[in-house]
């Protein structure tokens, strides 16, 4: 229902080129757009009711971020909603902290926006491995570090920060996670920032011994790998579905270019070489759809077998990369010199696809972390 | 066929790079790997250079201003001219229309534009495609009508690369209507500042301005630039694209990458060990670094025996028929596979993109390792060469019928 809602919202309201002006520009999203996003409920459907939303569930991200892709929106639902929220949500400690219970329902109705600043360059993908450092000190932490190319940075009204309060890079145990306000400029928090190939804005951001308050820290000193590992598996879904609405649309539009296109006084998908093509496509894009329908029951069903559900997210991520590429360049090389042109909207849709790529874990990484955790069990 | 190279040969490749340690400009080989545009300027600059000394083309009969170098002085030529990221010369006056006029222009046409080809004076465009006409070539429409001395055209053509800084089109059109579509083309040289030429800007996926669509309302070419006979035209347009495609394998640039990527994949680092390290990894890489040996040496094997080849017609041997499709699909594949596993080899930091990094003189600060800036860029735009020159699923169209008479 809610992807209907959404479908129908983006083919009314957020033309192509709107999209595309929006994630060129700063903040890298349309502003009224995220604000139409929360309006039909968007956000909320990303949150459990217990935090205040009306969704939440494997399925539930699904459905939505299948959306996301087959509109090609570029609004930070994943950033926002979806890491920091989740972070927040899981992490905070409902008791003690009052105000990062307001923070958290600003993301839930879309009046904030914030991000999740984790990944650093060298980690490898590897989320354990955060060298970033938090400092306890008299009246609260100093942190120092680098995060790397976090989305909606510039715009974030506050960052959910990773960092390390004891132990080395790769351990489990030390990591802690901060709120950051970013209502104005911030002493030692520098950003570097940039448009994206696929469009929306991304930083690097430098902490050169920031100083936070007690209350900034997020639930328990160095017991924050739970719930971040936790989140960052919902990430992971949520890409592997976006991935999987952007190939829908991508196979819609290259079929329909092999029925109408004429080469040789005939259609050009009445060419056997192309036929088999698409066909493996259509068939490959269905393996993938299943890879992300058992890595969102793996979410929803009960988590007691954490390993069980970890796998299944990297093999939709492995998977939705493997097809994700196949079909990119192909529906590319299937258009001819057309997929080629910025005003044909296909290659705007292969970019995206492409770049899921490149957030949270290429394919290799999934795949060796597929095989990594089979081998503990 | 003797792989290793002769003594003369490897002087010959020390000469060639030490000619361009001195000649080639820092500034512009710099821009060239930083995959910043290159200006109209740079472009015709390095043609001058490479004039200047007699090198710019190679595969051109002696007489005319070739080298006569063998085809394995021509491959080392071009791999040193790669590995010293020397600009890419424009392909289309000097290596796809300057074959044709050899081998089918009349003299007067030769002793014009020959030489105006090697000096720079003519920057030369390529009109074959049209919107209806890509993979079906010889269904294009674009009329010439003969009217006393003149041709008058009217019609379009697409895709024309880097058409917006030519003053010449060589243009294939159709003159009849009779017979089979091939039998009415025609070939024609149209100086694009005759009135009725209009070129306007088609932008690639990544946002470049490369190509261009290219609009002829009565424009009038006088009849001297037909070239060979009338209605002939399409088996000069074949043996122009085995040349292009020959050129567009490009095995040299892939050899180029081969080597960014390695440094890409030992420089950054995957939670504690350098990328190369990773079985995955370095398996990918393994396997195109092996694709990319294979073929070079088949591509090497193909020219030393077209060279072989009794009455080569341009006296270099450098037209290779149908082996051409061979060498096209298979260094285009490689291309594409090394720009996939450089954008892959960057993470996240494939991801931003700043074009203003890419503008001539930009030397502010770019997100992530200064190499990683073209990168996804790069990887888009070669999407390219699959598809154009023949695609190569037409390419192995031609393999099927005319090696194998499938
Ligand atoms: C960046 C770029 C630069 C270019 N530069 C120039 C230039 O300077 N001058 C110029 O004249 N042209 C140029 N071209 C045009 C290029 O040559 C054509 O794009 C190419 O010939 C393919 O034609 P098309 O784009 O119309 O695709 P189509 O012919 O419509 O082909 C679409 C798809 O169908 C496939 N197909 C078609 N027929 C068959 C068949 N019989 N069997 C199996 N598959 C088939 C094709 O392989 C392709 O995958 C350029 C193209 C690009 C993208």
């Given at each position: 229902m809610l992807a209907d809602t959404l479908t129908r919202f983006v083919a009314q309201d957020y033309p192509l080129d709107a999209r595309l002006a929006a994630g060129a520009g700063?903040?890298?999203?349309a502003p009224e757009k995220w604000r139409a996003l929360a309006d039909l409920g968007v956000h909320g459907a990303l949150f459990d009711p217990r935090d205040g939303g009306y969704g939440g569930a494997g399925f539930d991200l699904m459905v939505v971020f299948e959306a996301v892709g087959r509109g090609l929106i570029v609004e930070p639902l994943l950033a926002s909603a979806v890491l920091a929220g989740g972070a927040l949500a899981q992490a905070a400690d409902p008791k003690t902290k009052s105000g990062q219970k307001e923070h958290l329902a600003g993301l839930v109705s879309g009046e904030k926006q914030a991000t999740l600043a984790h990944f650093e360059a060298n980690d490898g993908w590897d989320p354990?491995?955060?060298?970033t450092t938090a400092r306890k000190t008299d009246g609260g932490w100093v942190l120092n570090g680098k995060k790397s190319v976090v989305r909606a940075a510039e715009s974030a009204d506050f960052l959910i920060c990773s960092a390390r309060s004891?132990?080395?890079?790769?351990?489990?145990?030390?990591l802690s996670l901060f709120l950051l306000e970013m209502d104005g400029p911030k002493d030692g928090v520098t950003l570097q920032s940039s448009q994206t190939i696929d469009g929306g804005r991304v930083s690097d951001i430098t902490l050169g011994d920031v100083t936070l308050p007690?209350?900034?820290?997020?639930?328990?000193?160095?017991?924050?790998w739970a719930p971040l590992q936790s989140v960052l598996g919902r990430g992971v879904m949520c890409l592997s579905a976006e991935a999987v609405g952007l190939m829908d649309v991508i196979r819609d539009m290259t079929l329909e270019y092999l029925r109408t296109r004429k080469q040789f006084g005939q259609?050009?998908?009445?060419?056997q070489a192309l036929q088999h093509r698409m066909a493996t496509l259509v068939l490959e894009i269905e393996q993938a759809r299943a890879a992300v329908i058992n890595a969102a029951a793996a979410l929803s069903?009960?988590?007691?077998d954490g390993i069980a559900t970890a796998r299944a997210l990297s093999a939709a991520k492995y998977t939705v990369a493997e097809v994700g590429t196949l079909v990119a360049e192909e529906a590319v090389q299937m258009h001819g010199?057309?997929?080629?042109?910025?005003?044909?909207?296909l290659g705007h849709y292969v970019k995206r696809l492409i770049m899921?790529?490149?957030?949270?874990?290429?394919g290799d990484y999934h795949l060796s972390r597929y095989i990594r955790l089979g081998e503990a069990t | 066929m003797d792989l290793s190279l002769s003594p003369d040969e490897r002087a010959f490749q020390t000469e060639v790079s030490d000619w361009l340690r001195h000649n080639l400009d820092p500034a512009l080989a710099d821009k060239v790997r930083r995959g910043q545009r290159l200006t109209k300027a740079d472009m015709e600059g390095w043609h001058r250079t490479l004039n200047g000394r007699g090198?710019?083309?190679?595969?051109?009969?002696k007489e005319y201003?070739?080298?006569?170098?063998?085809p394995i002085q021509r491959h080392i030529f071009e791999e040193e001219c790669c590995r010293a990221y020397a600009p890419r010369v424009v392909?289309?006056?000097?290596?796809?229309?300057a074959p044709v006029l050899i081998k089918y222009g009349s003299e007067a046409q030769k002793k014009t534009w020959l030489p105006r080809i090697l000096d720079g004076s003519d920057w030369w465009c390529q009109g074959y495609s049209e919107p209806g006409a890509?993979?079906?070539?010889?269904?294009?429409?674009m009329r010439a009508v003969r009217e006393g001395d003149h041709y008058i055209l009217n019609g379009q053509k697409t895709w024309t690369t880097l058409g917006q800084y030519a003053n010449m089109i060589f243009c294939l059109v159709r003159t009849s209507n009779e017979?089979?579509?091939?039998?009415g083309i025609s070939f024609l040289m149209v100086?694009?500042?005759?009135?009725?030429v209009e070129v306007r800007p088609i932008l690639l996926l990544e946002g470049t301005h490369e190509v261009n669509d290219v609009f002829f309302t009565d424009v009038r070419v006088p009849v001297?630039?037909?070239?060979?006979?009338?209605?002939?035209g399409w088996t000069y347009a074949k043996y122009l694209l085995t040349y292009e495609r020959t050129n567009i394998a490009g095995i040299g640039f892939s050899m180029v990458a081969l080597e960014e990527l390695k440094q890409i994949a030992a420089d950054q680092h995957r939670a504690g060990r350098p990328?190369?390290?990773?079985p995955l990894f370095a398996a990918r890489m393994a396997r195109a670094e092996i694709a990319l040996n294979n073929a070079r040496i088949a591509n090497l094997h193909i020219l030393w025996n077209a060279a072989q080849g009794a009455g080569n017609d341009s006296g270099n041997g450098a037209s290779v028929g149908v082996e051409s499709s061979m060498l096209k699909i298979k260094g285009t594949e490689i291309r594409q596979q090394i720009d996939a596993l450089k954008r892959q080899a960057?993470?996240?930091?494939?991801a931003p993109f700043q074009p203003?990094?890419?503008?001539?003189?930009y030397n502010g600060p770019t997100l992530?390792?200064?190499?990683?800036?073209p990168v996804a860029r790069q990887y888009f735009n070669n999407r390219k060469i699959s598809i154009f020159g023949g695609s190569n699923e037409i390419q192995k169209n031609i393999i099927s019928k005319m090696m194998l008479g499938l």
């Open positions: 700063v903040p890298g999203y354990t491995h955060i060298e004891s132990g080395v890079p790769g351990d489990k145990d030390g007690e209350t900034a820290l997020i639930g328990r000193a160095g017991q924050a259609p050009i998908g009445r060419f069903g009960d988590t007691t010199g057309m997929g080629m042109t910025w005003e044909y909207p899921i790529g490149h957030e949270m874990g290429d | 090198w710019l083309a190679p595969h051109w009969p201003g070739g080298t006569g170098w063998s392909p289309f006056g000097l290596s796809m229309l890509g993979s079906d070539l010889a269904s294009l429409k017979g089979k579509p091939q039998q100086d694009m500042t005759t009135p009725g001297e630039n037909l070239v060979g006979e009338e209605n002939k990328l190369a390290q990773d960057l993470g996240a930091y494939a203003e990094a890419f503008e001539p003189g992530g390792p200064d190499y990683a800036a």
